[in-house]
C-alpha cells in the first residue's frame, strides 16, 4: 500500500497586499513531488468522488496545461482502496503511475489538510493557486484584484461541478459503456479527426453544453435523450442526433456545421457544402 502526505510551505508576504500565500507539496512514500501550484479547490472535491478525473497541479493562471499538465489523473475509490492512476505521457515526475492508497489513511491526510488550511486562513494565510494572479499584474493598469479566495469556497464551487459531471457520466455509461475512455472516431466523409474521444466529451459536444450542477434538470433530460440517440447512432440510425445537433447548436446561433467544424478545422474558411448528416462515429479500430 502506498502512502500520500501533504506538507504545508512556508509561508511569504505577497506584494502590496495583505496576504501571505503557501503552498503545498504532495508526498508519495515520503517522497518529494516536484511540481508547479497545487491544484487544491478541485483536488480537495475529488477527494469525496468516486470515480473522476483531476489535475493534480496547476498553472498560476489556472490552467493546467499551461504549466504543462495536458492529461488529467484518474481517481477510482472502493470501499477499502484509492488509486491514482497517472497519465502514460511524462508530465507528472512520479516514481509509478499507479499508486494505491488505503482509503482511510487517504481521506485523514485531505481532511488534516483542509483544517490546516482553515486555520492559515485566519492569520491571512491563503494558498498561492487561490491569489487573483492576473487581477495583480494588471493592478498597475487600475483593475482591483479580487481577494483570495477560502479553500471552502473553492472546494464546494468544485464538488458542485464535479458531482454533476459524475451524474453525466453515469447516465452515458448505462447507456453506451465506460464514458472515460478515449474510444470513439469521429469521421466526416473520408477524414477521421486524429484522436479518439471519450462518449462524454463527443455527447458533450453534440449537445454543445457540459453539466454546471447536479440538480439542472433541465440539462440532465437533454444529455440522456441526446445519449439515447448516440446508441442509434452507433447502430447506424443518424436521424436523432443529427437532429439534437441541430436544435442545440440553433440554441446558441450556430448552425449544425459548426459542429464539423469543431472537429475539422480544416473546414472552416470553406464551409458552404458541410452536411452534418455525413457524420459518422466510430466505436472500433479503424
Ligand atoms: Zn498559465
Known amino acids: 500500500m502506498d502512502t ?22 504532495v508526498q508519495f512514500n515520503e517522497e518529494e513531488l516536484p511540481h508547479a501550484f497545487f491544484n487544491a479547490n478541485q483536488v480537495m472535491a475529488v477527494s469525496h468522488i468516486d470515480f473522476v478525473e483531476f489535475d493534480l497541479f496547476t498553472c498560476s493562471c489556472g490552467e493546467p496545461g499551461c504549466a504543462g499538465f495536458q492529461a488529467p489523473v484518474f481517481q477510482k475509490k472502493s470501499e477499502k482502496q484509492v488509486t491514482w492512476q ?3 505521457a511524462e508530465m507528472y515526475t512520479t516514481q509509478k503511475k499507479l499508486y494505491s492508497f488505503d482509503r482511510e489513511q487517504f481521506e485523514q491526510a485531505f481532511t488534516n489538510l483542509f ?10 494565510i491563503f494558498l498561492a493557486s487561490n491569489f487573483d494572479h492576473m487581477g495583480y499584474e494588471e493592478q498597475d493598469l487600475g483593475f482591483e484584484p479580487h481577494p483570495p479566495i477560502t479553500i471552502s469556497e473553492g472546494t464546494d464551487w468544485w464538488k458542485n461541478r464535479l458531482f454533476a459531471e459524475s451524474k453525466a457520466h453515469s447516465i452515458i455509461t448505462e447507456t453506451v459503456g465506460d464514458s472515460f475512455s478515449d474510444s470513439f ?21 453534440i449537445i454543445n453544453d457540459f453539466p454546471r ?74
Open 185 to 205: 472516431t469521429v469521421q466526416y466523409e473520408d477524414k477521421s479527426y486524429p484522436h479518439k474521444v471519450s462518449a462524454y466529451d463527443l455527447i458533450g459536444s
Open 115 to 124: 483544517n490546516e488550511l482553515q486555520k492559515l486562513e485566519a492569520e491571512n
Open 4 to 25: 500520500i502526505k501533504f506538507i504545508i510551505t512556508e509561508s511569504s508576504d505577497v506584494k502590496n497586499t495583505p496576504y501571505q500565500s503557501c503552498d503545498v507539496v
Open 86 to 88: 497517472f497519465p502514460l
Open 213 to 286: 450542477g447536479e440538480d439542472d434538470d433541465v440539462y440532465f433530460d437533454k444529455l440522456k435523450k441526446a445519449t439515447d440517440a448516440f446508441a442509434l447512432a452507433l447502430k447506424g440510425d443518424y436521424n436523432k442526433i443529427v437532429d439534437i445537433i441541430q436544435s442545440s447548436y440553433a440554441e446558441n446561433d450556430l448552425e449544425a456545421k459548426d459542429f464539423i467544424c469543431r472537429w475539422f478545422w480544416e473546414f472552416e474558411n470553406n464551409e458552404a457544402d458541410l452536411d452534418v448528416k455525413k457524420i459518422r462515429f466510430i466505436n472500433k479500430p479503424l
